[in-house]
């Protein structure tokens, strides 16, 4: 029996890593001593390149380096989708108005915003999953995420194609998608501190180019 483990990369970042002190995280051993009793066979992990701000220029040579640290892992492939951000106007919150007065029906003020948006990840999860249960390539999967677009793919591969399919939700900060659950074969609701800390990288690795260390201010 062989478990297949699909990660959205953003979604366990944002979710479980961003304010924490664990950035530098093995997903192998990760999952690992979640899923101890498992064979892994391959780990697909979903990202797209970051793109510099002015106030953290730093932000795409830190991912680029921790992805560095990923390939360092046999098993575990990276899956790239793309990151965009375009000026938009939205509607400003709480709602403000021109005038103090607010006429019938007047749309609320808008502001320019920078939005900032990764493309392809949950596509490409969804697809990889689909494929790889199609050609038999797992009894079993693990989907790192908690993105409710993955629910159909998800709902196929256990009613259609009778897999096991693990939710393990990477949002520390919110409850799994009921979506996601009403689907997934069982969920684990979160990723506790404790297997995060145990599932650092060393500081420095060794790959093909040479040594390199984890990012200073990670």
Known sequence: MTTNIYVDGFNLYYG?????????LNIATMCQ???????IKRIRYFTAI???LDHDPG???RQTVYLRALNTIPNLEIKRGLFVEWARLMPQFPLAYIDRIVPPNRPPQKVQILKREEKG???NLASYLLVDCFDNDFDD??????DSDLALPIEFVVKKFKRTVTLVNPDRNNPPSG??????SSCMPKINNSVLAKAQF???LTDSRGPFTKPSSW
Do not use: C, G, H
Not at 16 to 24: G, I, N, T, V
Not at 141 to 146: W, Y
Not at 179 to 184: D, F, I, M, Y
């Open 179 to 184: 979506k996601l659950k009403s689907v997934a």
């Open 50 to 52: 970051v793109k510099p």
């Open 202 to 204: 060393p500081e420095t």
């Open 141 to 146: 999967a693990v989907v790192v995420s908690n």
């Open 59 to 61: 932000a795409p040579i």
């Open 16 to 24: 479980s890593l961003a304010q924490s002190r664990y950035k530098w």
């Open 121 to 123: 990840s949950d596509v």
């Open 33 to 39: 001593i979640l899923f101890p009793k498992l064979t």
